[in-house]
Nanobody, 119 residues
Framework: HVELVESGGGSGRAGGSLRLSCAASGSIFNINLWAWYRQTPGKERDLVARISDGGYDYYADSVKGRFTLSRGTTRNTMYMEMNNLKPEATAVYSC?????????????WGQGIQVTVSS
């Protein structure tokens, strides 16, 4: 089992930067994929960015070149640096981690953290 806790959200100005952190506890050595999703009221949760042990990183077109994922020196933390923020980045951001145990994938989610970008 893995628990995820997000931090670093809050308010920012357009053109500014924020950094989100996701800290995992539990069976962290089985985590082979990290991702951030975001959701706005009345809309589905969308994938923002993803990194995996296989090296198949993904960034949504809307954030490509401005958001960057990285992992901490230990295996239990993942960060997303958000630069040149735009008001449309306002959303609840959720950390996601997946573990592969044998041939079974388990998905874990954080509680979500609000990011608000003002123009």
């Amino acid at each position: 089992h893995v628990e995820l806790v997000e931090s670093g959200g809050g308010s920012g100005r357009a053109g500014g930067s924020l950094r989100l952190s996701c800290a995992a506890s539990g069976s962290i050595f089985n985590i082979n994929l990290w991702a951030w999703y975001r959701q706005t009221p009345g809309k589905e949760r969308d994938l923002v960015a993803r990194i995996s042990d296989g090296g198949y990183d993904y960034y949504a077109d809307s954030v490509k070149g401005r958001f960057t994922l990285s992992r901490g020196t230990t295996r239990n933390t993942m960060y997303m640096e958000m630069n040149n923020l735009k008001p449309e980045a306002t959303a609840v951001y959720s950390c996601h981690a997946a573990t592969l145990v044998g041939q079974i994938t388990y998905d874990y989610w954080g509680q979500g953290i609000q990011v608000t970008v003002s123009s």
